[in-house]
Nanobody, 124 residues
Framework: QAQLVESGGGSVQAGGSLRLSCAAP????????MGWFRQAPGKEREGVAA???????RYADSVRGRFTISRVNAKNTLYLQMNSLKPEDTAMYYC??????????????????WGQGTQVTVSA
């Protein structure tokens, strides 16, 4: 089972910024679809942003214009720059990877690798 390790979460005030990172093993990173998901207490997991191996990107409507997903293949690292954070962005954020996923589906397949999550808390 591949290990994806998220970091960068924390507590900020509304309007603040955070950058999440997801480190992945090199053998799965460059050719895989990579995505970010989040899950708030009592809510279903939702796709936030994804980037395919070709560079195609998708954002959820709720974060478009505020969040930026990027990947640095040389560092085997996926990023999520989150600006203008809102209290409704509060959730556990997870990194996901899939070999056959597409960014249009946030890389979600029946065979994803997942990280352990990093908590983001935004106060009003």
């Amino acid at each position: 089972q591949a290990q994806l390790v998220e970091s960068g979460g924390g507590s900020v005030q509304a309007g603040g910024s955070l950058r999440l990172s997801c480190a992945a093993p090199g053998y799965i990173f460059s050719s895989y679809c990579m995505g970010w998901f989040r899950q708030a207490p009592g809510k279903e997991r939702e796709g936030v942003a994804a980037i395919g191996s070709s560079g195609a990107i998708r954002y959820a409507d709720s974060v478009r214009g505020r969040f930026t997903i990027s990947r640095v293949n040389a560092k085997n690292t996926l990023y999520l720059q989150m600006n203008s954070l809102k209290p409704e962005d509060t959730a556990m954020y997870y990194c996901a990877a899939s070999q056959f996923g597409s960014s249009g589906a946030y890389c979600l397949t029946s065979n994803n690798y997942w990280g352990q999550g990093t908590q983001v808390t935004v106060s009003a």
